[in-house]
């Protein structure tokens, strides 16, 4: 058996000031670094073999202070592929200026559906984010729980949603309505066929 604890960054700049981030690397405020500890407190009690984290500063300055809080300091792995989804051209905007342009209606079809991407080339909805996903999370991440590590990922919210879908079984239609709050540790007991037994939210 094996433990894997999904953990969404602390809050950051844009999220304090409600921009869309998606791919630009924006810091953590002084409450999104002491969710960050907060989050590793709550973990103190279970040792990780491996750390996966993306290739945004937001993310991985959240996993270096949770690994402050923990007992020993796993091997740290950032990859791209757990990357925030991509907002497109709404990356910067102020969600509230964007809802006023282009109606409130039209900005929740953006943020909110399954497969409806953002506009621009590299907009990315929930569904193109899980595509790219959760490949990743099956070949590393998977293959590492298979051997029976503990696995911690501090990721966004969109690329752990994804990951919670697979492993909560979730229809598209289920998955948007799923909150993943900053700093919030989701912890799973996980088989080596990759079989949940039991779920967990620390708060």
Do not use: C
Not at 109 to 114: A, E, G, K, L, T
Not at 159 to 188: A, C, H, W
């Amino acid at each position: 058996m094996a433990t894997l604890a999904l953990v969404r960054h602390g809050q950051s700049l844009w999220n304090l000031e409600n921009r869309f981030t998606g791919w630009v690397d924006v810091p953590l405020t002084e409450q999104g670094r002491a969710e960050a500890k907060r989050a590793g407190e709550l973990l103190k009690g279970t040792s990780f073999d491996v750390a996966y984290t993306s290739a945004l500063t937001r993310a991985q300055e959240t996993l270096e202070i949770i690994l402050q809080q923990l007992p020993k300091r796993p091997p740290v792995i950032r990859d791209a592929a757990l990357n925030e989804r991509h907002y497109g051209d709404l990356q910067g905007l102020d969600k509230t200026e964007t809802a006023k342009r282009y109606g409130e209606d039209q900005v929740k079809v953006w943020r909110r559906s399954f497969d409806v991407p953002p506009p621009g080339p590299n907009g990315e909805s929930l569904e193109l984010t899980a595509k790219r996903t959760l490949p990743f999370y099956d070949r590393a991440i998977g293959g590492d729980l298979r051997q029976g590590k503990n696995v911690l990922v501090v990721a966004h919210g969109n690329s752990n949603r994804s990951i919670v879908m697979k492993l909560d079984k979730l229809t598209g239609e289920q998955v948007v309505g799923l909150e993943i709050g900053t700093g919030i540790p989701f912890l799973y007991e996980i088989t080596k066929d990759l079989e949940v037994v039991k779920k967990e939210i620390r708060k």
